[in-house]
């Protein structure tokens, strides 16, 4: 379960920047940005690779985003993860998201350090549907 403060961030949040996100169907970064875009969240593309995806263009790092980012959610391997995450601190970031099986504990701990919430090693999608499905129960 996420703690309340992240659950705020994300019921508050406007802009998602997907580092590592792909344009290749089938890509697990497709597939959650896809669903935050649906969701109404903003989302930029953080990858120097490619020109545009889902019809947003592509940054090649956070620190070209010309405006605020709340999430930077992270789909790089575990050992390419801290200078994404010194990255996220400078340009002002309120959270840092390392998707399902990306694990840094020096990267989560300099975030922490700098005072943004860290969540690692889970999916952004199940965690917010879970997150959507407990409001919806809480109105019933």
């Not at 989302?43 to 790092?61: E, F, R």
Request: proline letters at 4%; glycine letters at 6%.
């Amino acid at each position: 379960m996420l703690n309340s403060a992240i659950e705020q961030i994300l019921k508050q949040a406007k802009t998602v920047a997907v580092v590592g996100l792909s344009d290749k169907e089938g890509r697990p970064s497709l597939k959650v940005a896809s669903y935050l875009k649906n969701q109404g969240y903003h989302i930029i593309p953080v990858n120097p690779k490619i020109d545009k995806v889902l019809g947003v263009k592509s940054y090649p790092d956070l620190a070209s985003i010309p405006h605020k980012i709340d999430i930077v959610d992270i789909f790089r391997k575990s050992e390419d993860v801290l200078p994404i995450v010194e990255e996220a601190v400078k340009i002002g970031a309120r959270l840092i998201w390392m998707q399902e099986g990306v694990i840094n504990k020096e990267a989560a701990g300099k975030g922490i350090e700098a005072g943004l919430e860290v969540v690692m090693d889970k999916c952004m999608l199940k965690e917010h549907a879970k997150l959507s499905q407990d409001m919806k129960d809480k109105d019933l």
